[in-house]
């Protein structure tokens, strides 16, 4: 999948380690893995990313950081949330440049009182006033980075950074073999600070092979959304060559498998998508795909799952369908191919 979500009444020790592994992070009491996101009304890639805490050495950077900062105090214990806390949140959370969550309560907890993960917190102090804090959980050999906030007067300190480093430094003296700071979004430059952190021992989960590669290796060229942009439109521009009726579409649904009410369904999930207007049928459509996992082209019958309410500005009735893959009925890697395909599949294709 590539948008998938769990909800389970716990995750201790190997069993976090394995959802890491396989690009999965935590979202409230839950745990999420996604290739794909809205971010600012645009479509963008999300990059996984792990560092070898073994091979890992502490760079310039973190001893500078050290030396900036020694003259507040750091402490590690379990988190918990606290007014003191909160209320340090929301002055970070107004000068933030992007939309964090209402609340530590809300980001950690959901607004639940049980915690399936085992959380951890460092909090830095000037002498007496709480400066920044941030979170991270552990498995048994992995920990991840789930959040860093600070004091805006204190913005010159870099104590993000130093939140980062410290938790880098805490796990790898307890023996972790990894740490996982989330994923990063090729072209936002609000992420490139992931980049910057262990980049000696970083590495990305490859969406092509499966596997994890140095981010050395990272092609900027080969950025998964853009590459199923691209053979999109090579395909479309084939079909306008033949006056064939068609239009590339973004599949709104296509994260819903995230949901906690319609999880474990195992609905479709390309963002973007060929469709043919003229299929009146909103039951059974025919979807046409570029999967980047195998580089092909898939034309998918899809049976409607759910529906939400009607909206008055939807350009077709399918819009407000869920739909879940019912049948793969062509795959080829070559565009020429698959429009033959559609002439024989699709009823009234012209």
Known sequence: MFCDAHFPLSIKGRELDIYLEYGWFRMGQSIFTTHFLRYNKELKSAIWLKINLKEYNFDKKHIQLRKLNNKFTLEVKLASVTPEKEELYALYKNNAAFEPSNSIKSLLFSN?????????????????????????????????????FYHPDYKKFSLGK???YTKLEICKKYGFKYFYPGYFVPGNKKFDYKLQI????????????????????FDYAAIPIEIMNSKLN???????????????????????????????????DFPKVIIFPFLENVNEMIFLVFDVRDMQYHLIQCLSFA????????????ENHIFKSFEKLFSSK????????????????Q
């Open 307 to 318: 529906h939400t309410p009607p909206d008055e500005n939807q350009k077709w009735k399918f």
């Open 162 to 164: 130093l939140l980062i």
């Open 112 to 148: 639940q009182e049980n915690n399936i993960f085992t959380t951890y917190e460092i909090t830095v102090r000037d002498q007496e006033r709480l400066i920044a804090c941030g979170y991270f959980d552990i498995g048994q050999e992995s920990a991840m980075g789930i959040s860093c």
């Open 234 to 268: 090579e395909i479309s521009e084939l079909m306008h060559s033949f006056s064939m009726h068609h239009q590339i579409y973004f599949y709104q649904f296509f994260d819903i498998n995230m949901s906690k009410n319609i999880c474990g369904h195992l609905l479709f």
């Open 334 to 349: 070559e565009a020429f191919e698959i429009v033959l395909a559609c002439k024989h599949y699709i009823p009234n294709f």
């Open 198 to 217: 262990g980049t000696s021992q970083l590495s990305y989960l490859d969406i092509y092979s499966d596997k994890w590669k140095p981010i050395s290796n």
